[in-house]
């Protein structure tokens, strides 16, 4: 059985990667943007 810190670590972690993910998401899209201004000459 899990202690009870071990279990709040847990959740840390978890929040920790999806946040993670999350700003990879917003990386990609801001990578796009600038992606197509430099195409486009902007």
Do not use: N, Q, S
Not at 3 to 28: F, I, S
């Amino acid at each position: 059985m899990e202690e009870p810190h071990e279990v709040k670590w847990k959740e840390v972690y978890e929040l920790l990667e999806a946040t993670t993910d999350r700003c990879e998401d917003v990386a990609d899209v801001v990578e796009g943007i600038a992606l197509k201004r430099r195409v486009l000459g902007f």
